[in-house]
């Protein structure tokens, strides 16, 4: 292992905790059927575990970069693994959907909300030029728990049932999780490296802090990329949970849905490995604008999908654009506001997926449930990625907008 530059552990170590915690809390759509069917309930009641999850990551992760950037990542992202352990463990012994609600939303939530803004944020901080080939191996790590835990799932589930198959994540994540986040180090300079592993960028020592995140998050562009993400993950998330009765509505059965899902995990993959590195060369605002335009066109796709090749095409572009967003987004911000605040400053960006997270899937199950079906809920999701898209094309350039506001004067 001699030779290899430090900062790739580090990207090794958020792909485990990436692929544990969103792995996780991406699965719950194979959970959907036996979760209704066991507790009698209904779709909107269903799908709010699974947003009350994901809303949670976005939330403690505005506050858990902030402490990653005063802790460092490792202790933080460990305390986060332990909580989705036990929430797991919790959750299949619950005798009520309120109770799976308040373990696996509150335990899988809250533990990838801690686990995640500290990992990503640790790799913006090893990686000047190379930021986004190494935010998007690293994130990866979503993609391919998108894949393999849903088909996992769904295997365990069949076999076993839901609650053993929790039990069996939760021992997945304390292992694959735990040895992720001992991975993590906060920043070159704590080891004597430099970023990139190359002597001609900034010295070891203690980097400049840049802007105060309160300056930071108070600025243009910040809002300007917050407003972006909120329109367009109000619809990001209902395939996570929708996809699978989607598929088995339409007569295609479960199993094409859970492929669907995998698929998506497929296509993640390729755009978190892909185009990341293709952003370094065509520009993160520009590449992250044509992705959020993507995520509009594979909803419409979605919309009008009645057959397993249609459901499929949608899954393969969605999953794309979905793994390049992921990519982006902490890379485009550390473009906008580097210093060592840029855990606090990611966290409180992702607070605005919290948002489109917490209520698309339940505003889509909504829908289902008062007859409208799927379709009024997918157009308005096009529609809001497209304006996203606009928004992210209109952000001015981050090195000149920098130089103009002399980093907020904070460097």
Same mark, same amino acid.
Request: glycine share 14%; with cysteine.
């Given at each position: 292992?001699?030779?290899?530059?430090?900062?790739?552990?580090?990207?090794?170590?958020?792909?485990?905790?990436?692929?544990?915690?969103?792995?996780?809390?991406?699965?719950?759509?194979?959970?959907?059927?036996?979760?209704?069917?066991?507790?009698?309930?209904?779709?909107?009641?269903?799908?709010?575990?699974?947003?009350?999850?994901?809303?949670?990551?976005?939330?403690?992760?505005?506050?858990? +970069? =902030?402490? @990653?950037?005063? !802790?460092?990542?490792? %202790?933080?992202? *460990?305390?986060?693994?332990?909580?989705?352990?036990? /929430? &797991?463990?919790?959750?299949?012994?619950?005798?009520?959907?309120?109770?799976?609600?308040?373990?696996?939303?509150?335990?899988?939530?809250?533990?990838?909300?801690?686990?995640?803004?500290?990992?990503?944020?640790?790799?913006?901080?090893?990686?000047?030029?190379?930021?986004?080939?190494?935010?998007?191996?690293?994130?990866?790590?979503?993609?391919?728990?998108?894949?393999?835990?849903?088909?996992?799932?769904?295997?365990?589930?069949?076999?076993?049932?839901?609650?053993?198959?929790?039990?069996?994540?939760?021992?997945?994540?304390?292992?694959?999780? +735990? =040895?992720? @986040?001992?991975? !993590?180090?906060?920043? %070159?300079?704590? *080891?004597?490296?430099?970023?990139?592993?190359?002597? /001609? &960028?900034?010295?070891?020592?203690?980097?400049?802090?840049?802007?105060?995140?309160?300056?930071?998050?108070?600025?243009?562009?910040?809002?300007?990329?917050?407003?972006?993400?909120?329109?367009?993950?109000?619809?990001?998330?209902?395939?996570?949970?929708?996809?699978?009765?989607?598929?088995?509505?339409?007569?295609?059965?479960?199993?094409?849905?859970?492929?669907?899902?995998?698929?998506?995990?497929?296509?993640?993959?390729?755009?978190?490995?892909?185009?990341?590195?293709?952003?370094?060369?065509?520009?993160?605002?520009?590449?992250?604008?044509?992705?959020?335009?993507?995520?509009?066109?594979?909803?419409?796709?979605?919309?009008?999908?009645?057959?397993?090749?249609?459901?499929?095409?949608?899954?393969?572009?969605?999953?794309?654009?979905?793994?390049?967003?992921?990519?982006?987004?902490?890379?485009?911000?550390?473009?906008?506001?580097?210093?060592?605040?840029?855990?606090?400053?990611?966290?409180?960006?992702?607070?605005?997926?919290?948002?489109?997270?917490?209520?698309?899937?339940?505003?889509?199950?909504?829908?289902?449930?008062?007859?409208?079906?799927?379709?009024?809920?997918?157009?308005?999701?096009?529609?809001?990625?497209?304006?996203?898209?606009?928004?992210?094309?209109?952000?001015?350039?981050?090195?000149?907008?920098?130089?103009?506001?002399?980093?907020?004067?904070?460097?």
């Amino acid at each position: 292992m001699i030779g290899i530059f430090r900062g790739w552990y580090v990207v090794a170590g958020t792909f485990l905790v990436l692929f544990i915690a969103f792995g996780v809390n991406y699965s719950f759509g194979v959970f959907f059927e036996a979760l209704a069917t066991d507790f009698t309930a209904t779709r909107a009641s269903v799908s709010f575990v699974f947003s009350l999850a994901v809303f949670l990551i976005f939330a403690v992760g505005a506050g858990s +970069g =902030a402490l @990653a950037d005063r !802790l460092g990542p490792r %202790p933080v992202a *460990l305390t986060g693994v332990a909580c989705i352990t036990v /929430g &797991l463990l919790a959750a299949s012994r619950a005798q009520s959907l309120g109770t799976v609600g308040l373990c696996y939303g509150l335990g899988a939530g809250v533990g990838a909300g801690l686990a995640y803004v500290p990992a990503v944020g640790a790799v913006q901080r090893w990686f000047v030029r190379r930021r986004g080939l190494a935010s998007g191996f690293a994130v990866t790590g979503i993609g391919v728990g998108t894949l393999l835990l849903p088909l996992a799932t769904h295997a365990l589930v069949d076999g076993h049932g839901w609650r053993v198959t929790m039990v069996v994540l939760a021992a997945v994540t304390a292992t694959l999780g +735990g =040895a992720g @986040a001992v991975l !993590l180090v906060a920043e %070159p300079a704590r *080891l004597g490296l430099h970023p990139d592993g190359e002597s /001609g &960028l900034p010295a070891a020592g203690h980097p400049d802090r840049g802007p105060d995140w309160v300056a930071a998050i108070r600025s243009a562009p910040f809002l300007q990329l917050y407003a972006a993400q909120t329109l367009t993950t109000l619809g990001l998330f209902i395939p996570f949970v929708h996809v699978v009765p989607y598929a088995e509505d339409a007569g295609l059965g479960r199993d094409a849905g859970v492929a669907a899902l995998a698929l998506i995990g497929v296509g993640s993959t390729c755009g978190r490995f892909l185009l990341g590195g293709l952003a370094d060369r065509a520009g993160r605002r520009p590449t992250l604008a044509a992705l959020f335009a993507g995520i509009g066109v594979s909803m419409l796709l979605w919309s009008q999908a009645r057959d397993l090749l249609a459901l499929l095409v949608f899954a393969l572009l969605f999953g794309t654009c979905y793994g390049g967003y992921v990519a982006l987004i902490p890379a485009l911000t550390a473009d906008f506001f580097p210093g060592r605040n840029i855990g606090a400053i990611i966290g409180a960006q992702y607070t605005a997926a919290g948002a489109g997270s917490l209520a698309g899937p339940v505003l889509a199950g909504l829908a289902y449930d008062l007859g409208a079906g799927y379709a009024l809920p997918l157009t308005a999701a096009a529609a809001l990625a497209v304006a996203g898209a606009v928004l992210v094309w209109r952000l001015p350039d981050p090195g000149a907008w920098r130089a103009r506001r002399a980093y907020l004067a904070g460097a």
